[in-house]
């Protein structure tokens, strides 16, 4: 077995097994976030696709094309802003005092 994947308090010093353990937190964050960006675009592009492209064919119209961009970037904004707005109340809620 990989001596990252040992029980951190089985050997090393507890700094050792504080930065393992930190080291997998932040691995398991970015993997999280890869996740989640895929599945943005992934439904970004299913829901803008349904929306814009009636009539599949070899190649897109520019009334296709425009209407394909302002989808995506109508998207992305209203993903921005539900992120800033929930990252602002986890920030505030980890503020507050708990009962």
């Known amino acids: ?3 990252f994947l040992k029980n951190p ?10 930065a393992r353990k930190e080291a997998l ?9 890869l996740t989640n960006a895929q599945e943005l675009i992934n439904k970004m592009n299913e829901k803008c696709f349904l929306k814009c492209v009636t009539k599949p064919s070899t190649s897109l ?3 296709e094309e ?11 904004q209203a993903f921005d802003i539900i992120s ?7 920030s505030r809620e980890s503020l507050e005092p708990r009962l």
């Open 66 to 76: 425009t209407c394909l961009t302002r989808c995506m970037e109508r998207y992305m």
């Open 1 to 3: 077995m990989s001596d």
């Open 84 to 90: 800033k707005s929930y990252t602002a109340r986890l």
């Open 25 to 33: 937190m932040n691995q398991v964050r970015s993997e999280l976030a």
């Open 61 to 63: 119209s520019s009334s």
């Open 9 to 18: 308090l089985s050997s090393g010093s507890s700094a050792d097994a504080t």
